[in-house]
């Protein structure tokens, strides 16, 4: 009497789609060629002409595999595999663009996870009831154009597309210049699709999980996050003839404004988060005094009253030391995002799903910004972390094990499957 069951399951597991984890690493290999640097990692910048060799390639496996694919005019390229209804579709994905000195997962696994998702419904036969889309994303970096998470801004309505396209970038040319020459101005709209759920995949950045032994993190929000350019203008002098109460130094200034927004994070509770990673002193020689420094904040924060009070307060202090040194200082906002919670209904099921198939699990919160926040605008969304050895990331020796890829992916897959019925 059970044998017929028995049988049926069995047939039922067969039939059910699974992670083709040599398919998936062989197509992160190839893409890691594509602005290969020296040390195993990527540079990719935002519509270079390794972005491009890297869009054409990705771009070619999405049609490959069946989808519908579709470039909007800021760049960002979407697949879409059909359902059984003409509905919203389910979204995964995220984006290809490195730092100078990238690594070959972070943003590259979600979009590839996604596409491996879509082949392992191809090889199974599988028809969704909603349409399965996966995308990759402009700019996500903001290593070249400020602000970071560019392309998603611009699809849910955050960034006006004609001030997105006069950005200009270190080198001094446009965004809109650039996805020309590279060919991927696409003609449609932004911001027109739809999008009944957002899930994306990406290595955590962090140690984590790692270090606790956890296989995957279950997203619960991104920090908020705010960048500033600062100038501070003052008088060159010559180094060794110039007595220190004389000085207009503006690197002096610059520095003091570093430090201080470090004792302002280390005071504040709530993980508050400070860095000055870009610093340019002018004529920058051994000795004489600095009449100019260029240089950025970033400030971070879980909690969006921590945040303001550190902006406010390491903007207060930049004023008192240039008025002290008797220099003058401008600042311009490069990026300001508010603190982002992601759809508890999401999150629990990543949960229950990792669980589900044997691997632990933890709730955490994001330090990195990513697409997923800005599509959590638009729609119901998600984020799903495996860890990265040793915590690395934005470096050329970032990794991420294998098996940790694959739990990953699986546990998408799962989340996919569910949310498009």
């Not at 330090?367 to 860890?387: E, W, Y």
Request: contains cysteine.
């Amino acid at each position: 009497m059970s044998a017929a069951p028995d049988k049926a399951c069995a047939a039922a597991q067969e039939a059910a789609p699974r992670i083709d984890l040599a398919r998936l690493l062989a197509r992160i290999e190839a893409l890691a060629q594509v602005g290969a640097i020296e040390g195993g990692g990527v540079c990719r910048l935002a519509l270079s002409d390794e972005d491009r060799a890297g869009r054409d390639l990705v771009a070619g496996w999405m049609r490959e595999l069946g989808l519908d694919v579709t470039i909007d005019a800021i760049g960002n390229v979407v697949g879409v595999r059909a359902g059984r209804e003409a509905l919203a579709p389910v979204m995964t994905g995220s984006h290809i663009d490195t730092v100078r000195t990238g690594g070959r997962y972070d943003g590259n696994l979600g979009v590839l996870a996604g596409l491996e998702v879509i082949a392992a419904l191809n090889d199974a036969g599988i028809v969704t009831r909603r349409p399965v889309a996966m995308a990759f994303f402009t700019n996500e970096e903001g290593a070249r154009f400020a602000p970071d998470m560019m392309g998603s801004l611009v699809c849910q309505g955050g960034l006006p597309l004609d001030e997105a396209l006069r950005t200009k970038g270190i080198d001094g040319t446009t965004v809109g210049e650039n996805l020309a020459r590279i060919g991927y101005a696409g003609d449609a709209p932004v911001g027109a699709r739809e999008v009944h759920a957002f899930v994306e995949l990406h290595v955590e950045q962090g140690p984590l999980l790692e270090h606790e032994g956890v296989t995957i993190g279950a997203v619960t929000g991104v920090q908020g996050i705010h960048w500033t350019e600062f100038v501070v203008e003052g008088t060159s002098n010559h180094a060794g003839t110039t007595p220190m109460a004389l000085r207009h130094d503006a690197g002096i200034v610059a520095m003091q404004i570093a430090c201080h927004a470090r004792e302002v994070a280390r005071e504040l509770s709530g993980g508050q988060l400070a860095t000055v990673g870009h610093m340019k002193l002018t004529p920058d020689l051994v000795n004489v005094i600095p009449n100019r420094a260029e240089f950025t904040l970033d400030l971070r924060n879980t909690d969006a009253g921590v945040l303001a009070e550190a902006v406010q307060r390491v903007f207060a202090f930049a004023q008192a030391a240039a008025q002290a040194e008797g220099v003058r200082i401008t600042h311009r906002s490069l990026a300001d995002f508010a603190p982002v919670a992601f759809d508890e209904r999401i999150v629990s099921r990543v949960e229950a799903i990792a669980r589900q198939r044997g691997h632990s699990v933890r709730r955490m919160p994001s330090g990195a910004g990513h697409d997923a926040q800005m599509l959590a605008r638009m729609c119901p969304a998600g984020m799903i972390f495996v860890p990265s050895v040793a915590g690395l990331s934005h470096n050329v020796a970032e990794y991420t094990h294998g098996h940790d890829i694959e739990a990953g992916a699986g546990v998408l897959l799962d989340l996919l499957m569910e949310l498009a019925g």
